[in-house]
């Protein structure tokens, strides 16, 4: 009786936690969410009556459909690169027989070590002197170089489940090296590409702390737009951009869970461990 | 070492690229800021460089700036502490429960991932204003209205929003840790009579370990290199490295100031991750000195 008693309070207390968890989780993006059908004209709860004006009118406002459409860009361009950059890299990585192997690997997994902000600085240094930042070009160098490794990483967890025999018998039917990569070896770690694209994408997307460095007042993306906003307004049309904001990432989550399924090991060979 | 199971040659090709784009995007420029931070280099008319140490030596002799550190690393400690105590527990369910919805609970603790700091950020200063419903919810508890303390611009306000964020990061290691761990080591403690909390201290909690540290590392490193929610949430008040490097780069436009903030950042992060790693070996070495002493 006792123990029913017991396993009864453990099943409550472990709902009120989870319970817990889930509200302490969702509750930014759901009064943001909230807070962009406000129709009063600056924050304030309760919300004072539900309009969509924020969408219709103040998103069209500003610049930040430019801000939008920078970040979307980016976020295809730099992850598309990325990609190509960091499935090569993986490639030669994993197959290549030379010494000095860990150094490379090294190497190329360490943009994920250095503080972005000091990656920031870097690139602004010597990308002003070249007269080339605050431009589009500027962002894109500084967002490849922060999700290519990510690519690299998730790529290279997925090599070793490749058939051993797989490439090597394409190889003796006649194949050569280009097509037993392209049509062989490629859609055999498809997942693992498009889990990288998405992460990348993802990335660039919500990427503020090295995309801070590399912005100008005309060229800028959209989550950097909103933390310069941030300081200067309360208007309700920042909460409206930062719903689409949420829309488009969690869209892009939706897509990755088809793609893979988000079970946590998936996402766990993509976060940023450093060991 | 390279196993020849991809039969695809050229790996100086492949790796090209990537090393390319490291060495010209990142090296490259580092090592010029480094040099930079021991300049005394202002962007705009060219003056002659002289060489200082005092971007590096302010952080140890000022004392404002010396609290900034300790801000900064105290910071990473009570959120790796945080994300400790909230995220084992649920680790814990995650990988040894079953239940109805637990894909889907899995999914909706991975959304801060996706979402990012600011938009968070955005979402916790609507919370904890003195407009924001957690106002409004002790107003209702009877605070009269000119009590309710404020929640912003604080140090806890600041932990608690990078929790947020961060919390699936201490989780997922830890997780797979336990998921590591084969179901009949439980088992067995449980059969030869180990209550179910004596199992878990005894069996689990040290194999679990490793995750533990790879989890709080990873938390540590992330949090002290935050910058949207010390400089959104904080404010002025909570200025952390980050913050500082920042205003040092866009509005005192000092650059090398900037540039010896994120190498210091660097450096707190190498120890961060390099300590614990000496001390897990030196424990390890205890342990085989104390085994051969013993006999």
Known sequence: MASQMRRIGLRVALIAFLTLMVVFILAPSLIVAGMSLNDGAYFSF?????????????????????????????????????????????????????????????????????????????????????????????????????????????????????????????????????????????????????????????????????????????????????????????????????????????????????????????VRAAAASRN | MGRRQLAIPGWVVQIAPAMLLIASLMAAPLAIVAILSFTTFRPGPAEPLQFTTDHYSRWFVDPYYRDVVIRTVWLGLATSTACLIVGYPLAYIFARLSFRGRALLMFVMLTPLFIGAVVRSLGWVMILDRTGPVAVLLEAMGVPEGDVPQMLYTFPAVVISLVNVLLMFMVLPIYSSIRGIPGTLEEAGRTLGASPFKTWAKV????????????????????????????????????????????????????????????????????????????????????????????
């Open chain 2, 204 to 295: 689990t909690l040290p194999l679990s370990v490793p995750g533990i540290v790879a989890g709080w590392i990873l938390v540590f490193v992330l949090s002290i290199g935050s910058f949207v929610q010390p400089r959104v949430i904080g404010g002025p008040s909570q200025h952390v490295l980050s913050t500082i490097l920042y205003r040092d780069f866009s509005f005192s436009l000092d650059w090398p100031a900037a540039a010896a903030a994120g190498i210091l950042l660097l450096v707190i992060g190498i120890f961060a991750v390099v300590l614990p790693r000496l001390v897990t070996k030196r424990v390890m070495q205890w342990d085989v000195e104390a085994e051969s002493m013993g006999g």
């Open chain 1, 46 to 266: 309760p919300p004072q009556g539900i309009s969509l004006r924020w969408y219709t009118e103040g998103l069209f406002a500003r610049g930040w459909l430019d801000a939008l459409a920078l970040s979307l860009g980016l976020g295809v361009a730099s992850a598309s690169i990325a990609c190509v950059i960091g499935v090569a890299a993986a490639i030669g990585l994993f197959e290549g027989a030379f010494r000095g192997k860990a150094v490379a690997s090294a190497i190329l997994h360490s943009p994920i070590l250095v503080p972005q902000l000091l990656l920031g600085i870097a690139l602004a240094f010597v990308l002003t002197r070249l007269t080339w930042n605050g431009t589009p070009a500027s962002l894109l160098a500084g967002h490849i170089l922060v999700t290519a490794p990510f690519v690299l990483r998730l790529v290279l967890g997925a090599l070793p489940g490749v058939p051993g025999n797989l490439v090597p018998a394409a190889r003796t039917l006649g194949a050569s090296p280009t097509t037993a990569l392209v049509k062989v070896l490629l859609p055999v770690i498809r997942p693992a590409m498009v889990s990288g694209w998405i992460f990348a994408f993802v990335i660039s997307f919500d990427n503020v702390m090295i995309s801070l460095f590399l912005t100008s007042p005309r060229v800028t993306t959209l989550p950097v737009k909103i933390l310069s906003t941030m300081d200067q307004s309360s208007d309700p049309t920042i909460a409206a951009i930062s719903t689409v904001f949420m829309i488009v990432a969690i869209g892009m989550m939706l897509v990755l869970n088809r793609v893979v399924g988000l079970q946590f090991e998936s």
